[in-house]
């Protein structure tokens, strides 16, 4: 079955997918935060690994090696998913586990957060970045930079010495080398994002060369159509992947079409923010030059090289973060709600229910559809 729709003007948003880079095991065996069910389902991988170990720490020390190995999270991705990932999974760790598990268990979890850069955070200024990897040190995350997975099958995990592209064949040779396995318990891949089938296929059909994302001009126009735009993920328009980029570009496109004038878009960028946990956070903003508020909060001026940025760190950058987030959902509920899970996970502690992933798989039809197999419902069918 398929279906053919006529249109005045057309305005690809579909995003992008984990990006495995083409390495063996890593879909069939990693665990992804890019859809509504990746959180889902990472969320009942880690509630069932604890409750099998805490089962398994009755039996002695018989099942000691098999415990370690559920116990062990690696996350690959030293960006800000990443970073934010491991330092939840940390707080969880030092608050809520202890509480429910005791410290048997809570003390033999280890999380490993894995880079294949030589630092963490690569779109923050190396300052910045240096504090986010001390933080997460000093609660018990084990970071590994200039590392990266090369083979994935079943609980095992590869990793070796990362080398540049421009690697010689003594280099790539020495660092497989040095390439050890190890036993996990979870594989969260956060190592970056690729182009969805689609966006490759337009871009094919249009004859560009680069199967990223779809080339566009200054006004977000698919180079070689009329009247067809890309933006977010989906689009190359030479700024950075990220929802703030995203977000500007759907603006503009809906004042465009609203007015019915094609303008060229200009990226504001509002700063960059991170949560490292524990009431702690860290914010890049640019610095206009007029009189500024970072300094009454205490930012401090990352210098020349930081191209006038100015940096933020602990409590304040923290609130500025969830102040954020929390203004762009899009409803009053919405802000409530999350508010209210806020101040409960404050008294009680988060959830630690596994969730029920009930809802059967909408029936594939024969067009690319977007998410894992579980829909969100099954309305709508191509």
């Known amino acids: 079955m398929g279906l053919e729709l006529s249109y005045d003007k057309l305005v690809i948003a579909v995003g992008a997918q984990p990006n495995t880079f083409g ?134 995990v590869t990793m070796q010495p990362s080398t540049p592209r421009t690697a010689t064949a003594e280099q790539k040779a020495e660092a497989a080398s040095k390439a050890k396995s190890e036993e996990v318990g979870a594989l969260v891949w956060v190592a970056g994002i690729g182009a969805r089938p689609l966006v490759k296929k337009l871009a094919k059909q249009l004859g560009q060369t680069d199967m990223r994302g779809l080339k566009v001009d200054e006004t977000l126009k698919v180079e070689g159509t009329n009247d067809v735009y890309a933006i977010g993920d989906a689009a190359l328009s030479g700024l950075p992947p990220t929802a703030q980029v995203a977000a500007q570009q759907g603006k503009h496109i809906g004042r465009a079409l609203r007015d019915g004038i094609d303008s060229p878009f200009k990226y504001n960028h509002m700063g960059s923010l991170i949560c490292l946990g524990s009431n702690n956070g860290m914010a890049q903003f640019p610095d206009s030059g007029k009189f500024n508020v970072w300094d009454a909060i205490g930012a401090s001026n990352l210098g020349a090289d930081a191209n006038d940025q100015r940096g933020l760190t602990g409590l304040p950058a923290f609130v500025i973060w969830r102040s954020t987030y929390w203004t762009k959902l899009l409803s009053t509920s919405s802000r409530l709600s999350l508010a209210s899970d806020w101040v409960k996970a404050k008294l009680n502690g988060r959830d630690v229910v596994e969730p029920v992933l009930k809802r059967a798989a909408t029936l594939k039809a024969p067009v690319e559809s977007f998410g894992t197999e579980l829909k969100r419902n099954n309305t709508i069918r191509l």
């Open 23 to 156: 390495i063996p095991g890593v879909q069939e065996h990693g665990l992804f935060l890019k859809e509504a069910e990746d959180s889902a389902k990472l969320h009942a991988k880690l509630l069932s690994n604890l409750e099998k170990a805490a089962a398994l720490s009755h039996q002695g020390n018989k099942y000691a090696t098999e415990i370690d190995r559920l116990l062990k999270v690696v996350v690959v991705g030293g960006g800000p998913t990443g970073v934010e990932l491991c330092a939840e999974l940390a707080d969880f760790k030092n608050h809520d586990v202890v509480k429910r598990y005791g410290t048997d268990i809570s003390d033999r979890i280890q999380i490993i957060l894995v880079e294949a850069m030589p630092r963490i955070l690569m779109p923050f200024d190396e300052s910045l970045a240096n504090v986010a990897k001390e933080h997460l040190v000093s609660k018990g995350v084990e970071v590994r930079t200039g590392c990266g997975v090369t083979y994935v099958e079943g609980q095992d």
